[in-house]
Nanobody, 129 residues
């Protein structure tokens, strides 16, 4: 299993970024795939998850601002982030797990790296005011 993130970087408050996770090595629609983030000194938290191509979960902090989508042909999962805020600053990770569907993601609290079986390397997103 391989997860490779791209698209991170810097933005101003109110700006947008699009993150992409390229996946390989597993049956794409058999896994739940999500975006997670970890700010300095804080636990890793769920941002959004998708499974089966259409079932999604969003954390309350980003609902209405971020959108997660998947492309089965390309085997990619994207996170479109709009109306960015300084509190969105964190290292963002793509994670995948066969046993975690989108509806399970809300319960992944406080488990950090144990939330998912597979992780990308992570990339920094910085939002300045």
């Amino acid at each position: 299993v391989q997860l490779v993130e791209s698209g991170g970087g810097s933005a101003q408050t109110g700006g947008s970024l699009k993150l992409s996770c390229a996946t390989s090595g597993f049956s794409f629609y058999d896994f739940g795939i999500g975006w997670f983030r970890q700010a300095p000194g804080k636990d890793r938290e769920v941002v959004a998850c998708i499974s089966g191509g259409s079932h999604t979960y969003y954390s309350d902090s980003i609902t209405g601002r971020f959108t997660i989508t998947s492309d089965g042909a390309k085997k990619t999962v994207d996170l479109q982030m709009n109306d960015l805020k300084p509190e969105d600053t964190a290292v963002y990770y793509c994670g995948a797990d066969r046993d975690v569907l989108a509806e399970h993601c809300g319960g992944l609290v406080g488990r950090n790296e144990r939330m998912m079986d597979y992780w990308g390397a992570g990339m920094q997103v910085t939002v300045s005011s």
